[in-house]
């Protein structure tokens, strides 16, 4: 059984950086991506960033594109969501998914595991 734990959400300025984590279990995760989604109250779930767990390969939203950098521990079983220079227009719920992918996938129904959710919240 898949599981996704995230952590790491809070209240930050803007401008400010928060490290959400992601700690997977349940298997091993080589073959699969991983990826992270947000949610702003009355919006649609959107696309962040995703990794691949074998070949590493990345891709972000254009939103965060050059703000954010996800990674991943091999040793800890968890994927990192590094995010800087944090924006009010960040503020969602965070989730982690997984699902198994030979390159990262980018739509949200392609994932078949997700977390709880980690909420982010950036004041201006």
């Known amino acids: 059984q898949v599981q996704l734990v995230e952590s790491g959400g809070g209240l930050v300025e803007a401008g400010g950086s928060l490290t959400l984590s992601c700690a997977a279990s349940g298997r091993t995760f080589s073959g699969y991506a991983m990826g992270w989604f947000r949610q702003a109250p009355g919006k649609e779930r959107e696309f962040v960033s995703a990794i691949n767990w074998s070949t590493r390969d990345t891709t972000y939203a254009d939103s965060v594109k050059g703000r954010f950098t996800i990674s991943r521990d091999n040793a800890k079983n968890t994927v990192y969501l590094q995010m800087n220079s944090l924006k009010p227009e960040d503020t969602a719920y965070y989730y982690c998914?997984?699902?198994?992918?030979?390159?990262?996938?980018?739509?949200?129904?392609?994932?078949?595991?997700w977390g709880q959710g980690t909420q982010v919240t950036v004041s201006s």
């Open positions: 998914a997984a699902t198994p992918a030979l390159r990262v996938p980018r739509e949200s129904v392609k994932y078949d595991y």
